[in-house]
């Protein structure tokens, strides 16, 4: 029986209804075809209750179930103080998201925050996935293209830790 602790990994933009729910379902869909779902879990959050309780927008729905994401099984929620004990990667969206994180976090965990696109290898000079909230589809298509860049070097990241 395999009693490895399971490495927990929260995803947090500013309203948990469109890049940090898509980093969730793009990032757990390969933890699970990589097949270390067992070893991995992932949730996502907000840094402001503005959506609480509600699903994904749709036009992030739509992205992501275009290239096989569900994410419809989501629901909205905020960043709460027991997060910080209890995940181990607490990866921001953006600069301000990552500040916001830091400020309310106890120090002994910043270490655990950082920037989603500290993985992304393609994508050097861009630290931030973009809020597609107020723009158009190919807002969605940018940061789902960003989420998937990501999400492999996370993975990949993750797996090196695992074998150790």
């Known amino acids: 029986m395999n009693t490895q602790k399971k490495i927990k990994v929260l995803f947090v933009c500013m ?23 067992h070893l991995i879990e992932v949730d996502s959050a907000g840094t402001h209750a503005y959506h609480i309780g509600n699903p994904p927008d749709e036009r992030s729905q739509r992205t992501a179930i275009n290239r096989g994401y569900k994410m419809d099984d989501l629901r909205a929620r905020a960043v709460e103080l027991r997060d910080f004990e209890e995940f181990d990667y ?58 998937e860049e990501a999400s492999q070097g996370l993975l990949e990241h993750l797996r090196n830790h695992i074998n150790r």
Request: aromatic share 8%; charged share 25%.
């Open 15 to 37: 309203g948990n209804i469109c890049r940090s729910p898509t980093a969730d379902a793009v990032f757990r869909h390969h933890v699970k075809t990589a097949g270390v779902d």
């Open 90 to 147: 607490i990866l921001a969206m953006d600069k301000e998201n990552l500040h916001l994180l830091k400020q309310r976090s106890p120090r002994h965990h910043h270490d655990k925050i950082r920037l989603f696109m500290h993985y992304g290898v393609n994508y050097d000079g861009n630290t931030e996935v973009p809020d597609p909230y107020f723009g158009g589809h190919q807002g969605f298509e940018l940061v789902l293209d960003m989420v």
